[in-house]
């Protein structure tokens, strides 16, 4: 017999491997359309690629039966390690999302499939069959859901397109890690739930994914001046807005604390809730935290976003954190424009606002909000004057704005307030449309009476 050499081995196995992939491509209807509608998805997909290998470990990580895969002798999760699955991960589906299927990447996930398995590199690694399904099902549904939540309303036809694509690549590349397994031989007890930092899983996972293009992280600070002493004695607090920040400063027990106004739960307005002694407690359901070091009471390896704060001179100043991406430094006028858009931050482009829709603008700092009422384009400042909700993270309805927070109402084409707890009405701005593009001015147009009633 000759000698097969190494290179023409492995183009063997990948030319198998190819075959099989196109056979079960056939075999479930996975089309060259299907291939294409998955690379008009990519941009999408690899937006969401963080989040759901973040999502996937944070799942892994609260089950005994594969938390034991990433945890060292002392039963501690070995970062060094999780950081090394991510990566393979990411890279995985980083690039079943390019919609190019060939020889090569037949081959690509065949051994991929049997890395899991005591045929791998490893033979001491063996991850069963069924969680490797498991990963499967999870990605599908992650993928259903960025593509509807990115598409549904702009481009219904390729969401429909890309879901059936995705859905149909995603078996067969079930069936190419799954054929690695010739039979399963580990038993598992009942699985109990372990605790989880999920904010540091997400954040290694968003960190590994900026590692693999090359991205790095600076972070300075930003001192801001917010208020003045005096406007919060003992026992008060301050809620303030810094650019998209919406932050609640507590002088409490002669210090000074700021915390990041939103709740770990479902991002309710956690500064606004009742302080007892140094347990804060949000109004929406119930979740408390340590005012002084913003740690959530039941498991305080995570908490809020705190802020250092200082008085001087009567002034109440903040220090808040920027990060910066990239392998060149911003440019001088980078924060007056949107990303990527071209736009300075009181623009927007009339045919991406629809009828129904808002959008959060900036107009000389101040967080302002514009509306598509029927045609017609309106702008208000951003926060609620009860208690400083975001009002873009609440509803429009027939020209009604509704605060997210306590259910305040506003008729957007003049600010009015419709119904309380709100009594004073929104400041409302000048609105110029040049071609497709729309500018907030600083300009305020008259706003009705404040509310007398109660």
Not at 76 to 95: G, I, P, S
Not at 331 to 336: G, I, N, Y
Not at 355 to 380: I, K, S, W
Request: proline residues 5%.
């Amino acid at each position: 017999m000759t000698d097969v050499s190494p290179d023409e081995a492995k183009a063997a196995q990948a030319a198998e491997a190819g075959r099989y992939f196109r056979h079960m491509a056939q075999f479930v209807g996975f089309t060259e359309d299907d291939a294409r509608a998955i690379k008009e998805s990519q941009l999408i997909i690899e937006k969401y690629i963080p989040h759901i290998v973040g999502q996937f470990y944070d799942h892994l990580l609260r089950y005994p039966p594969t938390r034991k895969y990433f945890v060292n002798k002392e039963g501690e999760v070995d970062q060094e390690y999780l950081r090394l699955r991510m990566v393979h991960n990411t890279t995985f589906w980083r690039r079943a999302a390019t919609g190019e299927y060939d020889d090569s990447f037949a081959h690509y996930v065949d051994l991929v499939g049997k890395a899991h398995t005591s045929d791998g590199a490893d033979p001491n690694i063996y991850i069963p069959e069924r969680y490797v399904i498991g990963q499967m099902g999870f990605v599908q549904h992650a993928i259903s859901e960025a593509l509807e939540k990115e598409l549904h309303e702009v481009d219904p036809d390729l969401e429909s397109r890309a879901a059936r694509a995705w859905n149909l690549l995603l078996m067969v590349i079930l069936e190419l890690l799954s054929r690695a397994y010739s039979g399963e031989h580990e038993v598992e007890g009942e699985p109990t739930v372990a605790s989880v930092d999920s904010a540091e899983v997400h954040r290694l996972a968003v960190d590994t994914y900026e590692r693999g293009l090359g991205l790095y992280r600076s972070i300075t600070f930003d001192e801001v001046m917010v208020g003045y002493a005096e406007e919060v004695p003992q026992g008060e607090r301050l809620l303030v807005q810094v650019g998209d920040l919406s932050i609640g400063i507590f002088h409490h027990g002669d210090k000074w604390y700021a915390l990041r106004n939103h709740c770990l739960h479902r991002a309710g307005p956690v500064a606004t809730g009742e302080l007892e002694g140094q347990t804060l407690t949000c109004p929406w359901h119930g979740y408390q935290y340590n005012v002084a070091t913003g740690e959530y009471l039941n498991d305080p390896s995570v908490a809020l976003d705190t802020y250092q704060v200082e008085v001087r001179d009567g002034r109440i100043h903040l220090r808040i954190p920027q990060v910066t991406m990239g392998s060149e430094p911003a440019s001088p006028d980078a924060e007056s424009q949107q990303p990527g858009s071209g736009l300075a931050e009181h623009e927007f482009r009339v045919e991406e606002l629809r009828p129904g829709q808002m959008r959060r603008l900036r107009v000389e700092g101040e967080p302002v909000v514009v509306y598509n009422v029927g045609g017609e384009f309106y702008a208000t400042h951003g926060l609620c004057t009860h208690a400083r909700g975001q009002l873009v993270d609440g509803e429009l309805e027939d020209g009604v704005v509704l605060c997210p927070l306590h259910g305040s109402r506003f008729d957007v084409t003049n600010g009015a307030v419709l119904y309380g707890p709100a009594r004073r009405p929104l400041r409302c701005y000048q609105i110029e449309v040049d071609g497709d593009v729309g500018r907030v001015s600083s300009e305020l147009v008259q706003t009705p009476e404040p509310r007398s009633d109660g």
